[in-house]
């Protein structure tokens, strides 16, 4: 007798099967198709946050110096939270960043990139059924990574412009909220949020834990915190004490398949030492054991590399250009690599129907539905220059050919 049940779990299998599950991917999977079909210089991808730049000189001789390093046990189990020289290394890279003074390696815990540590953030926060503030668009997978832990993610608007919105902000807050989490420069937007609206935004926070009793954690994923033009990344650790900053250096660096990143909490945040135990434990637990031992290794020593971001931003103001030649609005990025665009008006704000038409110009775009921002569609410009040039025309006939 044939049972027609599941043993697998439904859940994922429905968000699996469901339209705007894994968009990016299966569109970065649909254009090599293309490529394959058409030829790579007729498929005009856009759709994979996939950084093109090399790494930095400094980063490879370092990869090449550790490589032929034969110590005893040197690929051998190390501690969940990571070598303690390499901790301290991200400690003294955030408190540069933060603008405040020493942070001590114990504040640290090193992860398996920003995805890792958001995971690993949101398993050492939340009890089921807490709730987590988002500000629209944000990156896609924050839905899964919040609800693999328990919690439901709250949307929030931002303003016209992509700003924080405190009222906004104010009114999702209650007493299941656990925390808010920004992202700045921003995925898809490129948004970079200004001390003002990050000082504004603490009030509201701080005015909840006078009402409630509860501080909410501002959780910041700033993977994109380098990439940057002309203005520069609010620091949080100096006016909140219940802080986290998640990262990696997957886009400042150019290593997105070397999975490592990190985890910083504010050192005044009176739940620190409990936070990283939680935070070491989880590591462990869900199967990471420990970020990358070699790359551990390699950002400890190279992790000041100087970069040159100059051709992000040359390509961005082609995409400028090629944006004006069609007829298409956009948000102008102030960080990372993303140009958030609004679809033509008479396709009704119907994001997913319009990145399905590009498709027929070879144009491969992500719909903004998968980042909460209906109406809008992201294209990712750390992509050859001629693959931006030569999309001109196509992007003008999908405007004008409905």
Known sequence: MWYN??????????????????VIRKMFEEGALLKAKFGEDKVYDFSLGNPDL?????????????????????????PNAGFKETRQAMADKTAKEQGCGHIDFSNVVMTVGAAGALNVIFKSLLNEGDEVIVPCPYFTEYDHYIQNHGGKIIRVKTKDDFALDPLQIENALNEKTSALLINSPNNPSGRIYSDEEILDVVQVLKKHAEKTGRFVYLICDEPYRAITYGKKVASVFPKYEYSIVATS????????????????????CPEAKAFIANAIFVTRTLGFVNAPSFFQKVITRAWDSECDYSLYEKRKNELIEVMKYAGLEYAEPEGAFYLFVKVPQCWNDDDMAFANHLKKYNILCAPGSAFGGKGWFRIAYCVSESTIINSKQAFFDAVNNK
């Open 249 to 268: 250096f997957a886009k400042n660096l150019s290593l997105p398949g070397e999975r490592i990143g990190y985890i910083c909490v504010n050192p005044e």
């Open 5 to 22: 049940i599941f043993m697998i779990c439904t859940k994922i299998y429905d968000l699996v099967n469901s339209p705007s599950s894994g």
């Open 54 to 78: 090399d790494p930095p000189k400094k980063v490879t001789d370092t990869i090449k110096q550790i490589a032929q390093e034969e110590t005893h046990l040197c690929h051998g189990y190390m």
